[in-house]
């Protein structure tokens, strides 16, 4: 694959995350358990993950990055699962990509009969291990009586410097020695 197609991908995912349209306002915090997740008003630095799907999945997710992402530093990132079907039960799951180590908050459940359209925060923390554009997965699965369905997120993440340009420009054919 090209460094232009790997550039063109990365912008599109980061785009696509850039939905900073305001939600109303949903009900007070209500007290979490540790394993529970909480229901929270959505923090105006929430925006979007992507998916490709465009199914009736019963969910949407958002997130917001709590610091700057570095190297070697943990990082907390906030996910706002908002159901949208109060018959479904829903199991998030979150996937690292090389290069990222999650180490709280890989799984979630959203229990059947939770209010529909109120976001659930959940905490993710994870650690970069180096400079670059990374991206976690997080996998929905929805089940209600009637059927079950996966939708899949992209959650981008720019650590440090990023990709820096002399890393898309592709090195030079090495000279054929005679």
Known sequence: MSYRVVGTLIALLCLGACDRTPDAAAPAATPASAKAPRQAPLSP??????SGSKSDAA?????????????????????????LDRSATIRVIVQNTDGLTITAGQEMTVPRDAEAGVPLIHRVTIVP???GVFSLSAVALVDTDKSSVTR???????VGEGVTPAELTPEAPAAKAD
């Open 129 to 131: 291990a180096r400079d």
């Open 152 to 158: 899949t997120f992209a959650i981008p993440i720019i």
């Open 45 to 50: 630095d929430m925006v979007s993950a992507v």
């Open 59 to 83: 969910v949407d997710l958002k997130f917001a990055l709590l610091s700057r992402p570095e190297p070697g530093r943990a990082l907390d990132i906030d996910l706002a699962v908002i159901p």
